[in-house]
Every structure is written in structure tokens, then in C-alpha cells.
């Protein structure tokens, strides 16, 4: 298991997931495909972040251990990484959830507290609150390696039908996910 795993089944995070949470490792069914070096979630990527999802109910959630190299000012994760995260676990909510593929057309980051790397892991999570015709809009959130909110965003994404999604962006279907 990556060091960017989660291990365990007890939730840690300011959520509403009571005090034990049954989390679904999702499989990365991108990883074979010709081309795919996506710098969040792809293990090949030699400068990327190497990330892991997993669903608990409707929400992704994942859990990533923030370097150095990733810093804005010292020890403080630089806020284009975290906008970078809530886009990414908000792509897995398409995929796993939705059950399709889509681009993002609007970030809305709200930075609350200042994101310190040496408090260790963070923990991401993303949940659909609303799907208007071809508009998904997910609630994304970061919490630092002590449990606190420090980001929050809404993200929305263009979705396609899947059929579409499939035969234009690779999307490989919901299925694969959970293989």
C-alpha cells in the first residue's frame, strides 16, 4: 500500500461519518491507458502527488502527504496544489458517483486557515450537492493533518452523458472503478 494510502477504517475527518467509516478503495482504471500522466492521481508521474481515492457512502475521500517541494511560503502548502486537490477528488465524484466524465468549468477555493505542512497528512473530501442539465456542482473540502477545515470549494463540472464520455474523454465507466 502507497504511503499516500489509507490503512485504517476509523474517520478522523470533521464530517458527519460517525465514529467508524467503511471506505471502498476505488481502483485507478486510467492506469493503463496509452498517454495518462495525470499529476494527482497517476503512480507513474515522477514529480506528481501520487494520490489514492476511496468512496464512504456518496463522498471520495483521500488522504495525501504534502512535501516541501509543494510549499508557497515556508512550511504553508502553496494554494494552487490545494485548489489542484479539491479539482482532482471533485473528478473522482464524476466518475465514481456520477458515473461519467466532464471538465471543470468553475473553482470557487475559499482559503480559511493556512495549510502546515509539518502537520502531516491532509484529508480531502468531495460530495455532488447539485446536477443541473450538464452542470454538476461538487462541495469539496481540506483538512490539515490535525482534523481542521483549511479549504473549502465549490467545484463544477461540465459532465457529458456517459456514452459521450466514453468515446471522447476515455472515460472507461463506473464499473471499472470498483473492479
Known sequence: MSQNSLNYEKCDLKQNCGEYSVMKKLKNPFVDQKGYNCFVCSPRNAVGLHLDFY?????????????????GYPNVLHGGIQATLLDEVASWAVYAVA?????????????????LIDKGEISLTAEIIEHKKRI?????????????????????????????ARAKMHYPGKEAFFK
Open 55 to 71: 468512496l464512504d457512502g456518496d463522498v471520495i475521500k483521500a488522504r495525501w502527504k504534502p512535501e516541501d517541494q509543494y510549499q
Open 99 to 115: 458515473g461519467t466524465g466532464g471538465v471543470t468549468s468553475r473553482i470557487n477555493v475559499q482559503y480559511k486557515k493556512p495549510v
Open 136 to 164: 454538476m456542482s461538487m462541495q469539496t473540502r481540506l483538512y490539515d493533518g490535525g482534523g481542521t477545515l483549511c479549504t473549502e470549494g465549490v467545484v463544477d463540472y461540465y459532465v457529458y452523458p456517459e456514452e459521450v
